[in-house]
């Protein structure tokens, strides 16, 4: 079998393989990479060596999903496979890729027709059941990352290929992990954070309700500028029941729609109580309600993520100087966000703004740290070991190799290796 890496080997974006069996060939993820600070910048997987014969989703994030359509593009009938809400979320963030390259002058990656196709070619799977295509059969399993995140066991013929799209063995407050992973011949696995464990995440929350119950004592607003998906609703759930009644909580950006399809997979989610939380907040509608949120005390979660562009610069703009940011989520060098958080500065249209209140970083990544990837290792116990998902997982390919005797190979994006 060769596995062909047309992304994120030794990178972190565009996930994008394809197995070649011999006799069949897939596609597992086909995403793109947004090159931060850059609006002009997307990166695509390289070109597919051959067509595939069906394509595996592992989630909704456009890392993952984001060049799917472009198979489309010429009426293609191949199917592909994910979970009911990750179809639904994909279809959301491809119209939006469509509208962000055209709000940016940049040329469309594909067409609303190809997403069409797309869709009337998918092909449904569910965390727990046994698929089969082509002689190839997969067990599916809930990955713990976001809604719809699944990961996949292949058997081919016997030899078992496990691909762990991104993953999350710790519960949080609306997932509840991933499922313990079957043995497996050869393992593809997210290392974005072999090199840390993050902090416990109680330890977390209490530190972002200290900042909160400050802020709004002295009167001003809490922004918490948050991916659409995932991190946003994480956030409705920590922050809904504590903070009803005294002081608004106000959701803005794309992160409402998909709030809205959260609230259709109920069953998938770990907190069941989820639905009233979402009552407690208010899905900003229009520009007076922007204007209204910053008035008085409140909290703000907003896209986009690394305040490069979406309502949160808005809203940071409007904000009173009694007021504090706190980021969750990793903020590349180039955005916003991280000009933020090292500089107290951001930059629109070329132009620096110096911001006056405080700038928080707490972490709540719904990524696997060290701890959660060698527990799936162990479990796995793979002949081999495939590191993708990061940008330095040279280095942990010798730390397995040298410190741990694993035959562990970090793949460049480029590179095809028999396996
Ligand atoms: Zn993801
Ligand atoms: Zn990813």
């Not at 469309?108 to 027709?113: E, G, I, M, S, V």
């Not at 090199?195 to 002295?218: A, L, M, T």
Request: with cysteine.
């Amino acid at each position: 079998m060769i596995l062909h890496s047309l992304g994120a080997g030794q990178e972190v974006g565009r996930s994008a393989f394809l197995l070649d069996t011999g006799n069949a060939r897939f596609v597992m993820d086909f995403g793109i990479k947004l090159v931060p600070g850059d609006k002009k910048a997307v990166e695509y997987p390289l070109e597919l060596p051959a067509k595939p014969h069906f394509v595996f989703l592992s989630h909704a994030h456009l890392d993952h999903c984001g060049y799917l359509p472009s198979l489309y593009s010429k009426g293609e009938t191949v199917p592909f496979l994910a979970t009911k809400p990750t179809l639904e979320i994909s279809k959301i963030m491809w119209k939006d890729a469509l509208k962000v390259a055209k709000l940016n002058n940049n040329p469309p990656p594909f067409k609303h027709k190809d997403i069409k196709q797309a869709d009337k070619y998918w092909d449904p799977v569910i965390v727990g059941q046994k698929n089969s295509l082509l002689g190839i059969n997969m067990d599916i399993y809930d990955a713990g990352h976001i809604l719809g995140s699944v990961y996949a066991n292949f058997d081919i013929q016997g030899k078992k290929v496990l691909y762990t799209g991104d993953f999350k063995y710790t519960p949080t407050e609306l997932h509840k992990g991933a499922d313990h992973p079957p043995e497996t011949d050869v393992l593809i696995i997210e290392s974005t954070y072999w090199y840390q464990n993050h902090p416990p995440r109680e330890e977390q929350i209490k530190k972002i309700y200290e900042i909160v119950d400050d802020v709004i004592e002295s009167g001003g607003n809490v922004l918490f500028p948050s991916f659409a998906l995932g991190r946003t609703q994480d956030l409705i759930d920590i922050l809904a029941d504590r903070y009803y009644g005294k002081v608004p909580i106000y959701v803005d950006g794309m992160g409402k729609k998909i709030t809205k399809i959260y609230l259709q997979h109920l069953n998938q989610l770990q907190d069941k109580n989820f639905p009233n939380k979402v009552k407690k907040v208010r899905f900003i509608e229009n520009s007076l309600q922007r204007r209204k949120a910053t008035e008085r005390p409140s909290i703000i979660i907003s896209t986009a993520g690394m305040l490069d562009g979406g309502p949160a610069l808005e809203h940071m703009l409007n904000m009173s100087p009694k007021s504090a940011v706190i980021l969750t989520g990793f903020q590349v060098e180039g955005t916003n966000g991280h000009r933020l958080l090292t500089q107290n500065k951001i930059k629109i249209d070329n132009y620096e703004l110096k911001v006056e209140f405080p700038v928080y970083y707490i972490s709540l990544s719904a990524h696997a740290d060290r701890g959660d990837i060698f527990r799936f290792i162990q479990q796995t116990s793979p002949e081999k070991i495939i590191l993708v998902h990061s940008d330095s997982s040279q280095v942990f390919e010798e730390e397995l190799r040298e410190e741990f005797g694993y035959d562990a190979k970090a793949i460049k994006t480029g590179e095809s290796i028999k396996i």
